[in-house]
């Protein structure tokens, strides 16, 4: 089975409540850092994969179909919100408890990890 793992970032009144980096001692941020790469370097080791980051919302672009089949390009996310996804990767294991060993390993700051199973399209 394949699951996509997304991981969160917040804005907003709950990012007041979380240490941004800049805010962590230095021995917090080696701490995150090594969090971090330990969990990628699992990733690459064990699921032969890798984490994809994105760039902050405010610089996405969403693309949207109108029923009368015009396109227009928004100047935004496709979702906003106190959460925003920062990234994700995928893995495949036996089970969503097993997908949600891994998105447990790989949180490495405040927010919030989600999990999907990847589904085959059937045309």
Same mark, same amino acid.
């Given at each position: 089975?394949? /699951?996509?793992?997304? /991981?969160?970032?917040?804005t907003?009144?709950?990012?007041? #409540? ?9 021995? @917090? ?5 090594? !969090? +971090?790469?330990? $969990?990628?370097? $699992? +990733? @690459? ?18 693309? #949207?179909? !109108? ?7 928004? @100047?935004? =996310? ?12 995928i ?7 097993? =997908?949600?060993?891994?998105?447990? #390993? ?9 999990? #999907? @199973? ?6």
């Open positions: 089975m394949k /699951f996509m793992i997304s /991981f969160t970032h917040t907003g009144e709950w990012a007041d #409540r979380v240490p941004r980096w800049a805010e962590l001692s230095d021995e @917090e941020k080696q701490g995150v850092a090594g !969090h +971090l790469k330990e $969990a990628m370097d $699992a +990733l @690459e080791t064990e699921q032969g994969t890798t984490m994809v980051f994105f760039d902050a919302p405010e610089n996405a672009r969403t693309v #949207r179909m !109108h029923k009368d089949g015009s396109l227009d390009v928004e @100047e935004n =996310a496709l979702m906003n919100g106190a959460e925003f996804v920062g990234g994700y990767f893995i495949e294991v036996d089970s969503m408890d097993e =997908a949600l060993d891994w998105a447990k #390993r790989t949180r490495w700051l405040v927010g919030s990890n989600e999990v #999907r @199973e990847i589904k085959e399209l059937q045309l």
